[in-house]
């Protein structure tokens, strides 16, 4: 093979690329930026991608597509972090960690800029008009919530009246609570501004600190008699406790902090957060990310800080992630600039309660990425979309609602296992996943082209097999043959151009070609190849489409190793009892049926227990504890 090498354009730009702090961007053919990134040293950071050593499969991707290379020099990585930061959000390039949707998430704004303050949610985030601004949220609804709650407790003004204290007449809140009513003069604008201020230290989460506030000043005003003033209070602590005892103590009283773990699977990663104030668990969020298949932790963790924050209101003193980033310093230094100066902390803990807090919060990560993918795999409309997108791409005649997928496992040319996997409209359907031992290929060496052939030989024999033979009809038995009898709508064949001529020759052979569309996948570049096609379809990075092929072909893959490795077990198991005089196939079957396939189990047997198993003679035990060294 011969070395990779740059185009002679990419060539000269990496000659001439200044060895300064600055953000670089990769340009496709078509003017898009797909990748932005940012480096203390610009000339030793880009040609890294270019070294013919560098076969990350990102990296092999991104210079695939990569026709011009754009440089910003910064001065500082300070500035360097911030304008990637920037760039990412407003181009949002293909190969960039992202959040997983574009949608702001709701905040809690209090416009403290006007003289009777009003209390709401608020997707725009404006830091220079004088009000204050709380979250953000990833619940609309549990934003909603909170403030029906918070109402309750500190009622304020949800009209757009002129406040001069002269109305003849309050609004409907007033008679049921939820509103003071200075617009009447019920309510000085010192008295109002006390309720807001309390609201507000609760959002910060120091419902307690409030609470025992409220508490001193009920009994106050149960001691001069003012008893309605007493039952105000006694109601409004009564909310207060309501908001604190969903603010679990997880810290230490003086503890603010933000906790940061995250889950990853394939190319989709869940980000989970606890935001503690004062000791108190306040908020629990998470966010999905995409284009996080083959980064490392520590880049995916750099990445969320600086999208999280780049809006964020609310920085808190600590910042607590799972693994050490290796721009800490600079990061720690943007936030503190963002806290007005105030310092800011990025903590890796290794032991102790922090440490539980990263663990519960990972745990926490994993269940959701569990769910989310659930849902996505289920979601009818994404699926829909993402159908018609493969129809039209690749030149179908209907939706692919069947699709059938192959892939080989092999390691070292042992216990080479094909698999196959079924999706129907989008959904994966298990019951009819499949694999095949492959049994053409010789276990000194591997051949996938070989084992791609025999696994869909068999597939499309089976076909020929079930469409020859009757329906069953008869009530409650089932028809075996069904998952043999349907064609797919597209078979995807994990692999480039030489996988995919091979499905091309036995789909011919088998009087299918034509009937059965096909394609490849090749990982390195997610291409995909059509027969008499030379140049492959290149799906958008973030279509519906892609995501689904992807999806496709990555849970191909997963079966495929799982069936690999049960059966090297099982091989393990069998060549093993093999080497024992007198055990024959028959024998060797009995054993593994009685002792659960568990070698260990059958080494630890006695003789009398080996001789229970029908075929084995006390002979064979003796031998069978001599060979596996169970004397």
């Known amino acids: 093979m011969a070395e990779y090498s740059p185009l002679p354009h990419i060539q000269e730009i990496l000659d001439n690329l200044p060895t300064e702090p600055g953000v670089y961007q990769f340009i496709d053919p078509n003017g898009r930026i797909i990748y932005v990134g940012k480096a203390k040293n610009l000339r030793n950071r880009v040609r890294s991608y270019f070294q013919p050593s560098n076969m990350d499969s990102k990296v092999l991707r991104i210079r695939h597509d990569a026709a011009d290379i754009q440089f910003i020099l910064t001065g500082d990585e300070l500035k360097a972090l911030i304008t ?36 709401e949610m608020t997707r725009r985030l404006d830091r220079t008009d004088g009000n204050r601004y709380f979250g953000p949220f990833t619940s609309a609804g549990g934003v909603r919530e909170t403030l029906d709650v918070l109402r309750r407790a500190f009622p304020y003004l949800t009209c757009d009246r002129e406040i001069t204290g002269n109305d003849t007449r309050a609004c409907l809140y007033y008679d049921i609570k939820l509103c003071g009513a200075p617009c009447i003069g019920a309510q000085t604008k010192e008295e109002y501004w006390e309720n807001i201020n309390g609201l507000m230290r609760v959002l910060s989460g120091h419902a307690e600190s409030v609470l025992s506030e409220l508490r001193a000043e009920m009994e106050a005003a149960s001691e001069a008699l003012d008893f309605e003033r007493a039952a105000v209070l006694r109601d409004r602590m009564h909310v207060v406790a309501q908001i604190s005892a969903r603010q679990r103590l997880v810290a230490d009283i003086n503890a603010e902090q933000d906790v940061i773990a995250f889950a990853q699977e394939g190319s989709d990663a869940v980000v989970q957060m606890f935001l503690i104030r004062n000791g108190r668990l306040v908020g629990s969020e998470y966010f999905a990310l995409e284009g996080t298949e083959g980064e490392a932790t520590g880049e995916i963790v750099s990445n969320f800080l600086m999208q999280f924050y780049q809006d964020a209101t609310d920085i808190p003193r600590e910042v607590v992630i799972p693994e050490h980033i290796d721009e800490a310093l600079i990061i720690e230094q943007w936030l503190r600039d963002k806290r007005g100066g105030r310092k800011v902390k990025l903590t890796v803990p290794q032991r ?50 069947r699709i059938e997928c192959f892939d080989i496992s092999t390691t070292q040319g042992t216990a080479i296992v094909a698999s196959r996997v079924v999706f129907v409209q989008g959904v994966p359907r298990k019951s009819e996943y499949r694999r095949f031992n492959i049994q053409t290929v010789g276990h000194d060496g591997s051949d996938d082209y070989q084992s791609m052939r025999e696994a869909l030989t068999r597939r499309f024999r089976r076909y020929h097999d079930a469409v020859e033979q009757p329906l069953v009809n008869a009530p409650g038995k089932k028809d075996h043959n069904e998952t043999w009898r349907l064609l797919p709508d597209l078979l995807i064949i994990d ?28 990982k390195q570049f997610e291409e995909i190849y059509l027969p008499g096609r030379e140049k492959p379809v290149v799906l958008p990075r973030r279509s519906e489409g892609l995501f689904l092929m992807q999806r496709v072909r990555d849970e191909a893959h997963r079966f495929a190793i799982t069936s690999h490795r049960a059966r090297r077990r099982k091989m393990g198991l069998a060549s093993q009892l093999e080497a024992v005089p007198g055990i024959g196939p028959a024998r060797r079957k009995a054993l593994l049926k009685a002792f659960d396939k568990d070698i260990e189990a059958i080494r630890a047997a006695s003789v009398e227990e080996l001789t229970a198993v029908p075929g084995i003679t006390r002979d064979i035990a003796e031998n069978i504890k001599a060979v596996l060294g169970g004397y």
Not at 356 to 370: F, M, N, R, W
Not at 378 to 389: F, G, M, N, P, Y
Not at 506 to 520: N, S
């Open 352 to 401: 102790g309660n922090k440490r539980e807090l990263v663990h519960l919060a990972t745990q926490t990560a994993i269940e959701k990425l569990g769910i989310l993918r659930s849902q996505w795999a289920s979601d009818t409309v994404k699926q829909e979309t993402a159908l018609r997108e493969l129809q039209t791409a690749l030149n179908l005649p209907n939706p692919p609602n």
């Open 84 to 119: 990637e930061a920037e760039l990412i959000r407003v181009h949002k390039p293909r190969y960039n960690i992202m959040l997983k949707d574009d949608k702001r998430y709701p905040y809690i704004r209090v416009t403290t800029a006007d003289a009777f303050p009003t209390v």
């Open 495 to 522: 692999g480039g151009k030489g996988q995919l001529n091979v499905a091309v020759e036995v789909l011919q052979e088998m009087g299918l070609f034509g009937r059965v569309p096909v394609c490849g996948l090749a």
